[in-house]
């Protein structure tokens, strides 16, 4: 089973911090991706990414910015938190082939 | 307009009968039909993948997709209180990117 992991689970920060949110997956995929989720509003793409070093902007890329230095790793990076970056992130991946995404457990974020 | 529709719920059915969900779309680009469960404090996860109009059956649940509508929905016969869930439906546009319903909560009573 392809296993995409979120390298934590609830994540507490300072209003102005530099936030790093790792995600990791282990099935080689080419294709990675970051969401938020927030209620009614669903989850709403951030960024993407098909390859290493490689990024294109989502839906909502304000206020973030992405890293893929290696194939398996896609960072998510918050330049300068604020409190209405509060919200659940995923982390889906995909092969080339398509079929579908497999998603982290989330990363719920708290700005204080 | 959101691009694809669903209804957030909550719905609320007893332990045993048949869980009726729908999403609606507007572009006729979208290719590929799916839809995703969620449980609390979890990821979502792939339950049903299809990409043509009709029906398709895994167990206890049938996706259907009706393109000429822009309609596909998720049936779940004989629900159990296991199936107590988010489920998002997804579809692929053209560009390869997953577009989400915002996700109907499903509350099964025992």
């Known amino acids: 089973d392809v296993k995409v992991t979120q390298s934590s689970r609830y994540l507490v920060k300072r209003t102005g911090e530099k936030v790093f949110l790792e995600c990791v997956q282990d099935?080689?995929?080419?294709?990675m991706f970051w969401y938020r989720q927030d209620p009614g509003l669903g989850l709403r793409l951030i960024y993407f990414s098909y390859d290493v070093k490689m990024k294109e902007k989502g839906d909502i890329p304000e206020g973030y910015s992405v890293s893929r230095e290696k194939k398996e790793r896609f960072s998510l990076i918050l330049e300068s938190a604020s409190t209405n970056q509060t919200s659940m992130y995923l982390c889906?991946?995909?092969?080339?082939?398509?079929?579908?995404?497999?998603f982290g457990s989330g990363t719920r974020l708290t700005v204080v | 307009q959101k691009e694809v529709e669903q209804d957030p719920g909550p719905l609320s059915v007893p332990e045993g009968a048949i869980v009726s969900l729908n999403c609606t779309y507007s572009?006729?680009?979208?290719?590929?039909f799916m839809w995703y469960r969620q449980y609390s404090r979890k990821g979502p996860e792939l339950l049903m993948y299809?990409?043509?109009?009709g029906n398709k059956e895994d167990g206890r649940f049938t996706a259907q997709v009706d393109k000429s509508s822009k309609y596909i929905s998720l049936f779940i016969r004989d629900s159990q209180p296991s199936d107590s869930a988010t489920y998002l439906c997804?579809?692929?546009?053209?560009?390869?990117?997953?577009?989400f319903g915002a996700g109907t909560q499903v509350v099964v009573t025992p």
């Open positions: 889906a991946s995909e092969g080339q082939g398509g079929n579908g995404y497999t």
């Open positions: 099935m080689d995929h080419e294709n």
């Open positions: 997804a579809l692929t546009d053209s560009w390869g990117k997953l577009q």
């Open positions: 572009n006729s680009a979208f290719q590929y």
């Open positions: 299809t990409y043509s109009s």
